[in-house]
T-cell receptor, first 113, second 112 residues
Framework: NAGVMQNPRHLVRRRGQEARLRCSPM?????VYWYRQLPEEGLKFMVY????????ESGMPKERFSAEFPKEGPSILRIQQVVRGDSAAYFC???????????FGEGSRLTVL | DAKTTQPPSMDCAEGRAANLPCNHS???????VYWYRQIHSQGPQYIIH???NNETNEMASLIITEDRKSSTLILPHATLRDTAVYYC?????????????FGKGTTLSVSS
C-alpha cells in the first residue's frame, strides 16, 4: 500500500510563473491536508479538503493560492504569480477521517528565483 | 494558537530514555493528545496518541496525567536516528473540519 505521494519533489520557478503541486493520498483516504513550511520555521496548516469539497481553508493566503481535490485524480495546490516568499516545503497529508491519524508525504520543495 | 506548551529543546544520550513533556492545561474532554515527529526536512511521522489511559506502541510510550493537563512522551532507548522535532498536538477525533495544528515542538538531540 503506497503512502502519500507528492510530486514534483523539487520545483524551481521564476517570479510571476505558476506552480502546481500534486498530492495522491493513501489508498482509501478521502481527506487531504496541505501544510507549508518556510525555511527554519514550523509547519503551518493551509487547507483541508475532502473529495470535491474544501472543508477548511483558514490557512490559505487570500490571493494567488488555490487548492482542489477532484473526484478523480490527485489533489492540486496551485500558486499563481509566485514570489520569492513562496519558496518553501509544501507537505500533503491524508487520512481516512476516522482515526485522526494523518499520513504525510515527503513534501514538494518550491524554489522561486 | 497552539493549545500545547513544550520546551524548545532537549538533549539525550544514546541508549538512554528520552522523556519529552507537554502541557495542555486547557484540553477538552473530547480532545486526544497526539505526538508526531519530523526528522530533518522529511514529512512528519505519527508516533502515538491517547485520550486518558497510558499508551504504548513499538515506537514510544505516552503517559497522560490523571487530570489530563499534561503528558510525557517516552522513547525508551533513544538512538541517533531519533534526533528530530517532536510535536505534541491536541485534537478532537472524528470531527469534520479539524486539522492538526502544529506548534513549535521540541527539538530533541540525541548524541553518542
Amino acid at each position: 500500500n503506497a503512502g502519500v505521494m507528492q510530486n514534483p519533489r523539487h520545483l524551481v520557478r521564476r517570479r510571476g510563473q505558476e506552480a502546481r503541486l500534486r498530492c495522491s493520498p493513501m489508498k482509501g483516504h478521502s481527506h487531504v491536508y496541505w501544510y507549508r513550511q518556510l525555511p527554519e520555521e514550523g509547519l503551518k496548516f493551509m487547507v483541508y479538503l475532502q473529495k470535491e469539497n474544501i472543508i477548511d481553508e483558514s490557512g490559505m493566503p487570500k490571493e494567488r493560492f488555490s487548492a482542489e481535490f477532484p473526484k478523480e485524480g490527485p489533489s492540486i495546490l496551485r500558486i499563481q504569480q509566485v514570489v520569492r516568499g513562496d519558496s518553501a516545503a509544501y507537505f500533503c497529508a491524508s487520512s481516512d477521517g476516522n482515526t485522526g491519524e494523518l499520513f504525510f508525504g515527503e513534501g514538494s520543495r518550491l524554489t522561486v528565483l | 494558537d497552539a493549545k500545547t506548551t513544550q520546551p524548545p529543546s532537549m538533549d539525550c544520550a544514546e541508549g538512554r530514555a528520552a522523556n519529552l513533556p507537554c502541557n495542555h492545561s486547557t484540553i477538552s474532554g473530547n480532545e486526544y493528545v497526539y505526538w508526531y515527529r519530523q526528522i530533518h526536512s522529511q514529512g512528519p511521522q505519527y508516533i502515538i496518541h491517547g485520550l486518558k489511559n497510558n499508551e504504548t506502541n513499538e515506537m514510544a510510550s505516552l503517559i497522560i496525567t490523571e487530570d489530563r493537563k499534561s503528558s510525557t512522551l517516552i522513547l525508551p532507548h533513544a538512538t541517533l536516528r531519533d534526533t528530530a522535532v517532536y510535536y505534541c498536538i491536541v485534537r478532537v477525533v472524528n470531527q469534520a473540519g479539524t486539522a492538526l495544528i502544529f506548534g513549535k515542538g521540541t527539538t530533541l538531540s540525541v548524541s553518542s
